[in-house]
């Protein structure tokens, strides 16, 4: 058998380092007008969540 090492290139996404989330702070003012901190986490729009970058397909965007 062959252990075959397969380099696929795939460039880590800039925007969310790979992880492919981002950590968004946001701050929420509670009924006593407490502001309540919290980080919400949303899908990179970048790399569609995906943490890296396809490359090689296409080129210019939109
Ligand atoms: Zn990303």
Do not use: W, Y
Request: proline share 3%; with cysteine; charged share 20%.
């Amino acid at each position: 058998m062959n252990e075959g090492t397969v380099a696929i290139k795939r460039q880590a996404c800039p925007d969310c380092q790979g992880t492919g989330e981002l950590h968004i702070e946001s701050e929420n003012i509670t009924e006593d007008f407490e502001v309540e901190k919290q980080t919400v986490i949303a899908q990179c729009p970048r790399c569609q969540g995906l943490g890296f970058l396809l490359s090689g397909n296409g080129g210019a965007n939109g």
